[in-house]
């Protein structure tokens, strides 16, 4: 069953990704942020050709109508939200951008917005990982897509890491680290998702038969399994600093 939050912080925080082809973001840009405002919104939306990446807290009332305006369009109808609670609002601002990339990789022939990667449920990969191997009897190994700062907070026993800086670096450290993978059920994980999708289908790409992502990230893994397999806590960026796998801020706000 999944954990339940208890909602008694005032301050609801969500975050959400989707890659979609958008053809108009500077249109997407003025509503979007319209819409933030009228809610009193601070936060973070990064838009981009291939989709949207966003970080935004405020009432829930505030909240909760920007989000049924948001998903109102077809194009986020399905749009997949996690969320948690704080005392206080952890933005300092409201930012709505327009990016080459929600998420910057620097590999052009990487499209999530036309073919999503395989995933694997948060359930699913904690089973697999207790056994240590998946269903069909490979080894199971991780893979944290995240800077290595992020690393240092917290991750998964065992997993790979490559100690990146930024995520442009995965596409030539997946180079020099390939061979380590090569036969292996490699699941690549990330805060919320969105940089493991991207590094899964590079990883795919690349030759590597057997990779999936973990759908909804950490912080989806945390709400669905109360961080079984985990050690520490996961890196935000925003003034929380880092939430415990309960979805509470490791130190307050």
């Given at each position: ?16 990704y989707k ?8 249109r ?14 601070k936060?973070?939306?990064l ?13 829930p ?50 499209r ?39 690393v ?11 100690r ?16 380590e ?12 998702g ?6 899964a289908l590079?990883?795919r ?12 990230g ?12 985990f ?23």
């Open positions: 069953m999944p954990r339940k939050i208890c909602a008694v912080k005032s301050i609801l925080n969500i975050s959400a890659f979609v082809g958008l053809s108009d973001t500077a997407w840009r003025e509503g979007i942020r319209s819409q933030a405002q009228a809610g009193a919104l936060g973070t939306v838009l981009a050709d291939e989709g949207i990446n966003l970080f935004v807290a405020g009432a009332a505030g909240v909760r109508s920007f989000l049924s305006w948001l998903t109102a369009h077809a194009a986020f109808a399905d749009l997949p939200v996690k969320q948690s609670w704080s005392d206080a609002v952890p933005f300092g601002r409201l930012l709505v951008k327009v990016k080459a990339e929600i998420i910057r990789m620097n590999h052009p022939t990487i999530p917005q036309a073919a999503r990667a395989p995933a694997v449920d948060a359930h699913t990969l904690a089973r697999w990982l207790t056994a240590g191997v998946d269903d069909a009897g490979r080894e199971v190994v991780t893979l944290d897509t995240r800077n290595a700062f992020e240092d907070q917290g991750r998964f026993r065992g997993a790979h890491d490559w990146l800086r930024k995520f442009s670096e995965f596409a030539p450290a997946l180079r020099s680290h390939r061979a993978l090569e036969g292996k059920t490699v699941v690549s994980y990330c805060t919320g969105i940089r493991c999708e991207k590094a590079l990883m790409e690349a030759g590597l038969a057997n990779v999936l992502q973990l759908d909804g950490i912080l989806k893994y945390f709400e669905e399994t109360g961080g079984q397999h050690e520490g806590n996961c890196f935000v960026f925003d003034a929380r600093g880092a939430l415990n796998d309960t979805l509470a801020p490791a130190r307050p706000v």
